[in-house]
């Protein structure tokens, strides 16, 4: 349990990054930049404040500072896995795959069941060329009963790997 301080503390961050929010739902991305620089400016030490930057970074399509956005989270709240599964996603899509597995294999030991991670880490793999990993990991994100829209991804994903065969033969 967090102490009073440490709870007043986190509900200042909080605060602090609600207009960003806000714009982030609107899907205002450039002014929700401007407004989390500012916050950030005020307080580096805000982990929320880096974190919604990571987003709307992403949004804007400028991974590498997304990827940096995450990492000075994790700096500063190593435990906020939502963090550290966007940083795996953000690597594995800038072809850092070694760091995207490694993120994703520290994710796993903070929550060995948890869907997100088992997706991220099974991407992760996938983009490195491990079937096997990818495979193991992506089946056990099945059946962690993910939403139809990504558990028919990840179905795919899955028979693409299988190849060609008796049942995808047109033959």
Known sequence: MLARGAMNRDAAHWAAVE???????????????????????????????FF????AL??????QPAR??????????????????SLIHVLRKLG??????????????????????LYALGLAY???????????HLEAFLRANPELETRIEVEGLLAAMEGPGPANDEN
């Open 68 to 85: 940096d956005a995450y990492r000075a989270v994790l700096r500063l709240a190593p435990e906020h896995l939502g963090a550290r599964v």
């Open 126 to 136: 996938l983009a490195r060329g491990d079937n096997v990993a990818a495979r193991r």
């Open 58 to 63: 992403y949004e804007v399509g400028e991974l």
């Open 19 to 49: 207009e960003a929010t806000e714009l982030l739902h609107e899907e205002r991305f450039h002014e929700a930049l401007q407004v989390l620089r500012d916050v950030i400016r005020a307080d580096p030490g805000n982990p929320y404040a």
């Open 96 to 117: 850092e795959t070694r760091d995207a597995v490694s993120e994703g294999l520290a994710a796993l030991e903070q929550a060995p069941t948890d869907g997100d991670v």
């Open 52 to 55: 919604f930057l990571g987003q």
